[in-house]
């Protein structure tokens, strides 16, 4: 734009007067002097007005017009977020803002500014004008600036990262008005980890710069996006924001946006993108920024546990859980070293009440005396990993406990281990492997073993469990699915797989007698079983008319309370005792 021959005075937002050339040279000469250039907006018009020397300052023709979005072009690509967020958030509010920032100017050179505005509005909060000043820093040096930068912006995506975001935060909180909340949300790439190990780091970055773009374009101007770590993103909106209910409104919208686009990336991603979400929100969550990302972090930690694309807010009664979940973790992760993990064996039982094996089953008993159930710990342990060193632990204290029992002249027809889906993780040392050398360890024959697994497992690896099976079906062990009926495995998959016999579960034996539904299942299921060459076995019989109904539908063996509670290894042995006792005067 040329240099004006007169400018206009501010009176009162929506008012003017001209100045006189005069008047109009010695206001250029001082922001020439001052190394101080001067912008205007006028929103109802939508005119922005530059000063000489904001045109000499960010190195502009003076004859192209003058535009908020040509200023951002200025403005370098690492802090340009950071400014449009803070203008646009004084246009919204009419709070002024200063920063300090960096212009990239022609030949790749760095320009440092201090940047200042604010924004008069009308009695009904209507943005009227706009008024801001740039003023050159040359006496700070520019390796100094880039160093104060890289501390506040996020390298792979361009955002601000999360010592910025507390800055930011902090300050917002600080004003606050009455009535008014924040709502904080930190919003986690489901998978992202896997996506950085199959398909490379350099699809990863693009993943996350592209997750930041689309963020920001489902955002409103005013709204504070960052990278927090990892490919945990945070949004703050102080703007418009009532309740908690509208900050988990705003939290579902952002999730489903992800299922509802494809990344521009390189390569295409053979995934559906989802997130999960953890919300607080001030001042009911807290008054200051370390605490309410905590609270947001607690709450995102949460929904991961959830599963993907799951979304929680963060309360008191939520994060006393947490602290009670990660106690339980780490007093898990020393429970072995403490002696306080045990085997007890539940025996097993064919038609004719004849022991014919028994099922180990892992307890946890602590040093304060707690007794930890296995349905709160298991689960516990299959989410933070621990399960693989229990799965080992359990496979050497039962192969080991089978060989006790040998050594004292008490033979186990079979000992049924379960297993968990991650032992069959190819990274791991492969379950066949542990299994035949505790074996050849404990000389135990690996035909007295029987592993369980679910159906779960079975369709979570299929290649990987299949070929782990097929070589400890091959060396003798007996495989068995768990829980059958609960999970997904079709006929397919029980064809394919080497296994000998499947396990009813005890939620359709707990009413077989008096729910019709669930005597047709047990029957559909003992037939196909027959008809595939599988044996059949009942968990959970705690009834004789339980046992006489499984019996008429040719059921082949037994497990439950009522023909024996889970035992520690001295009873099981005095029971192998009292069975070959009877076996020897029988015979």
Known sequence: MPQAASVERQNAPGQTDTLPAETVGLLAEAERLQQCGSWRIDHSKGAVIWSPQTYRILESDPHISASFELLLERVHPDDRTLVAASVRQSWLSGRPFQLEHRLLLSNERIALVLHRGETFCDHNGKALQSIGTLQSLPHRGNLQLELEQATRID???????????????????????????????????DNFQSINDSFGVEVGNQLLHWGGEHLR???????????LDSDTFLVVRSENMGSISEAL???????????????RLDAPLPVQLSACVGVSIAPDHGSDASSLLQWATTALTEAKRQGKGSIRAYSTALSQRIRETLDLEQRLARAIERQELQLHYQPQWDREQRLIGAEALLRWHTQRGEEISPGRFIPLAEQCGLIRPLGRWVLEQAIAQLSHWQREGLKLERLAINVSGHQLDPEEERLDQQLLNLCEQWQVQPSQLEV????????????????????????????????????????????????????????FVQDLPSNPSDRSIVKATILMAHELGLSCLAEGVETERQRQELLALGCDSFQGFLLGRPMPAEQMKQLMSQESATSSNGD
């Open 217 to 227: 374009q489902q955002l409103q101007p005013s709204d504070w996006l960052a990278r």
């Open 155 to 189: 390298g792979i995506t361009g955002l601000p990262n999360r010592l910025a975001s507390i800055s930011y935060l902090e300050q917002r909180i600080r004003e606050l008005p009455y009535n008014q909340q924040i709502a904080i949300l930190c919003l986690d790439l």
């Open 452 to 507: 369980e697994l679910t159906e779960t497992v079975l369709i979570s690896n299929p290649q990987a469990a299949a070929h782990t099976l097929n070589t400890l079906a091959a060396a003798g062990v007996t495989l068995a699915i768990d829980d059958f009926g609960t999970g997904f495995s079709s006929l397919a998959s029980l064809q394919k797989l080497p296994l000998q016999r499947l396990k009813i579960d005890r939620c």
């Open 249 to 263: 409104q705003l939290a579902q919208q952002l999730e489903h946006s992800l299922h509802q686009v494809v990344p």
